[in-house]
């Protein structure tokens, strides 16, 4: 697999599976949001991001952009009792 350029984050993880499938789990502190990765494969990775302004909107495109899996894809309890 060939190593991602300093500063870009490869698309999937080191199993082979998409990184954006992996589980999130997200943190806020006072000074950075966190969110915290874990692929099926058990991998995990963390990201940092700049603290959010909340005083600011957020828009309805915002909203679904974040929410875009969830209300696509099934839950992983109906999914799994399906096969």
């Given at each position: ?12 993880c ?53 929410h ?16």
């Amino acid at each position: 697999m060939q190593e991602p350029k300093l500063g870009q984050e490869p698309s999937v993880c080191i199993c082979g599976r998409r990184r954006d499938a992996a589980a999130s789990y997200i943190h806020q502190s006072n000074v950075a949001t966190y969110v915290y990765h874990r692929c099926e494969c058990g991998a995990e990775w963390t990201e940092s991001r700049p603290m959010l302004d909340r005083s600011e909107p957020v828009s309805t495109d915002e909203v679904l952009e974040v929410h875009q899996r969830d209300l696509v894809s099934p839950p992983r309890e109906e999914a799994e009792a399906e096969n």
